[in-house]
């Protein structure tokens, strides 16, 4: 073993296969200058080879230090039961778990919300137990910080309409009635939807992050020992701000889709600003604004559901907090998607 | 004051069994905690004693037995008459689980503003008190993240204390502190204990806090999946037969059981 630069696990394969029942082998190392764990582990390895095959082995030669650590490394037997081997399972079975966590999923989530509408009872009796600095604390984050962002986001969805509607208009030769589309297409669906599906990304990710964080440093079972429920110190002020700040955020997303589509009917197709601002308030009823903002309080519910929810039912890692966060924001983008396709066959069937 | 009388049974467990799922923990436990006890839950790594310790504050269901405090139940009840129980019992937690979006005098504050009738002045002596207590006198503005585990941990004994609690329970309460605050934090749950006769529930598996201050004890076995010894941990290490609390009690050294081992 002098020339330990070069030895390797295959190296000391001939060494035992010479060997037959009832030989010893003997290790010497009094040529070896550094060694590391490598030699330690083709050293376990030949010793394994050895055991196998009742061949004695006589380690005596070994400085003090490698045979201590031949001992230590054998000293607890390998747990046969703690390895995890890969669970091989019938596509059927899969299948099955599946179904079943959706299930569960749905299950949770419907207590969730019983809890949830429990805390809103509680706060109309005035039973609640929040800290109302928490509501003025999430009116903040949720509100007037995401005014940025949604002037950007609806500015540019009103252009878009704008251009895209007065190519098909100018068709016709019809492009005046861009304004009605822009003015329709923002207060009635676009200027909630855009609005919903940014604060799903801002708000809800931010509440499924902040409560998976809260549960992995146990700071919810504080709560709870405390005295206090998830649903009423965490989830009531979240869900209260967001019904607060969405139908102004909603509101202020409309005016800026309609300036968008006004700059694009000014400077591209030449339409007075007179004329646009007369078409837009023809065509806009304050029926249209009315189903508009109810839409924005309903989004703001179900982002905060959809936060509260999956950040309460994070797993205990720095993994789960991310996958609570990204779950939140899908959760949200499909609630809202489903509940503004519903709110729109109601109107329609309605005549509204 | 309240009045110490020894044999008072503050807390009986009655044949619990703890799972997680269908994995059962623990079964058939059988213990009584008396006023003024420092009592220690003891055992290896997973054998349970945080799981028992969240059943013993309400936060998990028993699979089967029930909790007595004095001599109400704590399961079977409903859960306002639970959290009535549980408003007398303090808890102080691993990692201490302050609120992290809230400063130290707003953490200590949150109980005493929820369930007590003080004015705000008041509310901020007490927590002022409540902090000079722990030694964390002067960092009332200070929030979780900006103080060291150990000022963290006495935060939340702080939080622990807010509202008297006659019960308070403490989970590794010297678990990633240097050996001087351990022992600065044994003296002061000793302290706790005798001024304001306070019982004390801990978990933890520092031999030098279970000699120094634990008077009884149980001894839960991941193996046997129950307790398998009971009585004061001094008491244990003299006359206990049983290698495994043996082995426990004198780091792997059982022959110098009789040896003052503590003392080493």
Same mark, same amino acid.
């Given at each position: 073993?002098?020339n330990?630069?070069?030895l390797?696990?295959?190296d000391?394969n001939?060494m035992?296969?010479?060997?037959?029942?009832?030989?010893?082998l003997?290790?010497?190392?009094t040529?070896?200058?550094?060694?590391?764990s490598?030699?330690?582990?083709a050293?376990?390895?030949?010793?394994?080879?050895?055991?196998?095959?009742?061949i004695?082995?006589?380690?005596?030669g070994?400085?003090?230090?490698?045979?201590a650590?031949?001992e230590l490394s054998?000293?607890v037997?390998?747990?046969t039961?703690?390895?995890?081997?890969?669970a091989?399972?019938a596509?059927?079975?899969?299948?099955g778990?599946s179904?079943?966590?959706v299930?569960?999923?749905?299950?949770?989530l419907?207590? !969730?919300? +019983?809890?949830?509408?429990?805390s809103?009872?509680? %706060?109309?009796?005035?039973?609640?137990?929040?800290?109302?600095?928490d509501l003025?604390?999430?009116?903040q984050?949720?509100g007037p910080?995401?005014l940025p962002?949604?002037? %950007?986001i609806?500015l540019?969805?009103g252009?878009i309409l704008?251009f895209? +509607? &007065?190519?098909?208009?100018? @068709?016709?030769?019809?492009?005046?009635?861009m304004?009605? @589309?822009?003015? %329709? +297409?923002?207060?009635r669906?676009m200027?909630?939807?855009m609005?919903?599906?940014?604060?799903?990304g #801002?708000s809800? &990710?931010a509440f &499924?992050?902040q409560?998976?964080?809260?549960?992995v440093?146990?700071e919810?079972s504080?709560l709870?020992v405390?005295?206090?429920? &998830?649903?009423?110190?965490?989830?009531?002020p #979240? $869900?209260?701000?967001l019904i607060?700040v $969405?139908p102004? @955020?909603?509101l202020?997303a409309?005016l800026?889709?309609?300036?968008g589509g +006004?700059?694009?009917?000014?400077?591209f197709?030449d339409?007075p600003?007179?004329?646009f601002?007369?078409?837009?308030?023809e065509s806009v009823?304050?029926?249209? !604004?009315?189903i508009?903002l109810?839409?924005c309080? @309903?989004f703001?519910?179900l982002?905060?559901?959809?936060?509260? !929810?999956r950040?309460i039912?994070?797993? #205990?890692?720095a993994?789960a907090?991310?996958?609570?966060?990204?779950s939140?924001?899908?959760?949200s983008?499909v609630?809202?998607?489903?509940?503004?396709?519903v709110?729109?066959?109601?109107?329609h069937?309605?005549g509204? | 004051?309240?009045t110490?009388?020894r044999t008072?049974s503050?807390?009986k467990?009655?044949?619990?069994t703890?799972?997680?799922?269908d994995?059962?923990?623990?079964?058939?436990l059988n213990f009584e905690?008396r006023?003024?006890d420092?009592?220690?839950?003891?055992?290896?790594?997973?054998?349970?004693?945080?799981?028992?310790?969240?059943?013993?504050?309400?936060?998990?269901?028993?699979?089967?037995?029930?909790?007595f405090y004095?001599?109400?139940?704590?399961w079977?009840v409903?859960?306002?008459?639970?959290?009535?129980l549980?408003?007398k019992v303090?808890?102080?937690?691993?990692?201490g689980?302050?609120?992290s979006s809230?400063?130290?005098?707003?953490?200590?504050?949150?109980p005493?503003?929820?369930?007590t009738?003080l004015s705000?002045?008041?509310?901020?002596?007490?927590?002022s008190?409540?902090?000079?207590?722990?030694?964390?006198?002067?960092f009332?503005?200070y929030?979780?993240s900006?103080?060291?585990?150990?000022?963290?941990?006495?935060?939340?004994?702080a939080?622990?204390m807010?509202?008297?609690?006659e019960?308070?329970?403490?989970d590794e309460?010297?678990?990633?502190?240097?050996?001087i605050?351990a022992?600065?934090?044994?003296?002061?749950i000793q302290s706790?204990r005798?001024?304001?006769?306070?019982?004390?529930i801990?978990v933890?598996h520092?031999?030098?806090?279970?000699f120094?201050?634990?008077t009884?004890?149980?001894?839960?076995?991941s193996?046997a999946?129950?307790?398998?010894a009971?009585?004061?941990p001094?008491?244990?290490l003299?006359?206990?037969?049983d290698?495994?609390?043996?082995?426990?009690l004198?780091?792997?050294h059982?022959?110098?059981?009789g040896q003052?081992?503590?003392?080493?």
């Amino acid at each position: 073993m002098s020339n330990a630069a070069a030895l390797n696990g295959e190296d000391f394969n001939p060494m035992t296969e010479g060997l037959r029942d009832g030989q010893r082998l003997s290790l010497d190392v009094t040529r070896l200058g550094v060694w590391d764990s490598y030699l330690m582990i083709a050293l376990i390895d030949v010793m394994r080879r050895c055991h196998d095959r009742h061949i004695g082995v006589d380690t005596s030669g070994l400085p003090k230090g490698m045979a201590a650590l031949l001992e230590l490394s054998s000293r607890v037997p390998e747990r046969t039961d703690a390895i995890k081997g890969v669970a091989h399972r019938a596509w059927l079975e899969r299948l099955g778990e599946s179904a079943r966590s959706v299930w569960l999923d749905g299950f949770f989530l419907t207590q !969730f919300i +019983g809890e949830s509408a429990t805390s809103m009872v509680a %706060l109309i009796t005035g039973r609640a137990r929040f800290r109302p600095i928490d509501l003025w604390l999430q009116i903040q984050a949720c509100g007037p910080s995401a005014l940025p962002i949604v002037t %950007l986001i609806s500015l540019l969805v009103g252009l878009i309409l704008a251009f895209v +509607g &007065a190519v098909q208009l100018a @068709l016709f030769g019809a492009e005046l009635y861009m304004a009605d @589309l822009v003015s %329709l +297409g923002m207060t009635r669906e676009m200027g909630a939807l855009m609005t919903a599906i940014i604060m799903a990304g #801002r708000s809800g &990710a931010a509440f &499924a992050a902040q409560m998976g964080t809260m549960n992995v440093n146990l700071e919810i079972s504080a709560l709870r020992v405390m005295g206090f429920t &998830a649903s009423d110190f965490l989830v009531l002020p #979240r $869900m209260l701000a967001l019904i607060l700040v $969405m139908p102004f @955020l909603g509101l202020y997303a409309d005016l800026m889709g309609i300036i968008g589509g +006004g700059i694009v009917a000014i400077s591209f197709f030449d339409i007075p600003l007179t004329q646009f601002i007369q078409r837009t308030s023809e065509s806009v009823h304050l029926t249209d !604004f009315f189903i508009g903002l109810f839409k924005c309080s @309903l989004f703001g519910v179900l982002i905060a559901l959809a936060g509260c !929810f999956r950040g309460i039912q994070c797993g #205990r890692s720095a993994s789960a907090v991310g996958e609570a966060a990204t779950s939140a924001v899908v959760t949200s983008i499909v609630f809202i998607v489903v509940a503004d396709s519903v709110v729109t066959l109601i109107c329609h069937r309605l005549g509204i | 004051m309240r009045t110490m009388n020894r044999t008072d049974s503050v807390i009986k467990v009655q044949d619990l069994t703890l799972a997680y799922g269908d994995i059962v923990i623990q079964k058939a436990l059988n213990f009584e905690v008396r006023r003024g006890d420092i009592f220690v839950i003891m055992g290896g790594s997973g054998c349970g004693k945080s799981t028992l310790l969240m059943h013993l504050i309400g936060l998990q269901k028993p699979l089967h037995g029930d909790i007595f405090y004095g001599k109400e139940r704590l399961w079977g009840v409903s859960s306002e008459q639970r959290e009535q129980l549980l408003r007398k019992v303090g808890v102080l937690f691993q990692s201490g689980a302050l609120l992290s979006s809230m400063t130290l005098a707003e953490n200590i504050a949150l109980p005493l503003a929820e369930f007590t009738a003080l004015s705000k002045k008041e509310i901020d002596q007490t927590v002022s008190y409540k902090l000079a207590l722990v030694g964390l006198a002067g960092f009332e503005g200070y929030y979780p993240s900006e103080i060291s585990g150990g000022m963290q941990k006495r935060a939340g004994l702080a939080r622990a204390m807010a509202l008297d609690p006659e019960i308070l329970y403490f989970d590794e309460p010297s678990a990633g502190l240097d050996p001087i605050s351990a022992q600065l934090l044994d003296e002061l749950i000793q302290s706790l204990r005798d001024s304001l006769g306070a019982t004390i529930i801990m978990v933890t598996h520092e031999l030098a806090s279970i000699f120094a201050i634990g008077t009884h004890s149980i001894f839960l076995d991941s193996e046997a999946k129950t307790a398998i010894a009971f009585g004061s941990p001094d008491q244990l290490l003299k006359t206990s037969q049983d290698p495994r609390v043996l082995n426990f009690l004198t780091r792997g050294h059982p022959e110098r059981a009789g040896q003052g081992v503590r003392h080493e």
